[in-house]
Structures are given as C-alpha cells and as structure tokens.
T-cell receptor
Framework: EPEVTQTPSHQVTQMGQEVILRCVPI?????FYWYRQILGQKVEFLVS????????KSEIFDDQFSVERPDGSNFTLKIRSTKLEDSAMYFC?????????????FGQGTRLTVV | DAKTTQPPSMDCAEGRAANLPCNHS???????VYWYRQIHSQGPQYIIH???NNETNEMASLIITEDRKSSTLILPHATLRDTAVYYC????????????FGKGTRLSVIA
C-alpha cells in the first residue's frame, strides 16, 4: 500500500479554470510538500505545509496557488486560474518530522494538462 | 545546500553492477548525501542516504569518499527495471528543507 495516494492521476482543464489536486496519506502525517515537473525539466519544489500552515514556498508558488488540509486528512493544491504553462506533473510528498532519520515518500503524481 | 554534479547519462549491461558517480565538493560537515530515482514519469523514489560511512540496503550501496567530496551509488546487479533518472542530492538531515533536484543521471540498463 502506497504511503501517499494522489488523485486524479490525470486532469485535463481549460485555461482559466480552477483545479484542485489531492493528496491522501495513509497515516496521520504532518509534513507535506508539493513539487511539480514540467515535461522534460527538473522536479521543482513548490511549497511545504506543516500543521495546517505553509512553512516554506518557492517563487513559483504565487498567488494563483494555494494549499490546505480541508478535512484533516486530504491535502490539496489549488490552482485558481490555470495557464498553459501550468501543464506539468504535480507530486505530493510526505516528509518525516524534523530530526527523524527517514526518507520522503512521493506519490505517483497528477498529470495536469491545460488546454 | 551544496551543489552536486552528475554525468547526464550512463549505460549498463543487465546483470552487471551500475556505478553512478556524484561530485559534491562543497558539502558541509552536517549535510547528508541522498539518492533518489525517477522511473519514467513516476514520483521520485528514495534509494539510500549517508553522512560519511558507506551504507548498504536492499536496493543499493553508497560509497562516500573519506573527504566526502564525492560519492558513488552502486546497483549490484542492474535489471531492466532499474532504467531511470538517478538524482544525487545533498541536504541537511534535520529539519524539513526541500529536496533540490538537479538533472540527474539517466541510467539505461541494456539487455
């Protein structure tokens, strides 16, 4: 059973529409990260989320993006008004708590296609 | 976090050992060396990490030079399923600093 499950696996949306990508952990993890990977490019950090607050974000994570944990379990990334350049794979990762000598687990990703 | 340098691509025959090098000459004393891989467009998968001692797990071995300026990931018996992009990342272990992915090494295992 995967540590992190992401839904949907593939999302096609029209430019300007809002999308919500979901990340579902199997246990009560507190630290979550979102990364994205534009086709053929590097995996890029977007935002980290701890205890229902953003703890760090990159310059990519502008006002079009938001994250929340609406029901205490699912962890969502929202893009308010999608642009063509938002087309990418989006990965959610569960991180260990500070000081824990364990690794980060990534979900299998959501492929977002903006048309 | 220290910068890493990896060759862009490597080939390995199936069943042979794959040795993937990584240079991290600016690594600081409390930074760890992590290896992840990404098979096709799947999520990155953790392989192994270490500080200064060599490490081994069920997937691979990590050899870190004594001066810690470089390391080698060893897949002892590469299979076709090991074809992937391999990322060497240097970061602090404590805290939750994000992983900074470079371009990695694209390993092709050939039958």
């Amino acid at each position: 059973e995967p540590e992190v499950t992401q839904t949907p696996s593939h999302q096609v949306t029209q430019m300007g529409q809002e999308v919500i990508l979901r990340c579902v952990p199997i246990s009560n993890h507190l630290y979550f990260y979102w990364y994205r990977q534009i086709l053929g490019q590097k995996v890029e950090f977007l935002v980290s989320f701890y205890n229902n607050e953003i703890s760090e974000k990159s310059e990519i994570f502008d006002d079009q993006f938001s994250v929340e944990r609406p029901d205490g379990s699912n962890f969502t990334l929202k893009i308010r008004s999608t642009k063509l350049e938002d087309s990418a794979m989006y990965f959610c990762a569960r991180y260990p708590p500070p000081g824990a000598n364990t690794e980060a687990f990534f979900g299998q990703g959501t492929r977002l296609t903006v048309v | 976090d220290a910068k890493t340098t990896q060759p862009p691509s490597m080939d390995c025959a199936e069943g042979r050992a794959a040795n993937l090098p990584c240079n991290h000459s600016t690594i600081s004393g409390n930074e760890y060396v992590y290896w992840y891989r990404q098979i096709h467009s799947q999520g990155p998968q953790y392989i192994i990490h270490g500080l200064k001692n060599n490490e081994t797990n069920e997937m691979a071995s990590l050899i870190i030079t004594e001066d810690r300026k470089s390391s080698t990931l060893i897949l002892p018996h590469a299979t076709l399923r090991d074809t992937a992009v391999y990322y060497c990342i240097v970061k602090w272990n404590s805290g939750n600093t994000p992983l900074v992915f470079g371009k990695g090494t694209r390993l092709s295992v050939i039958a």
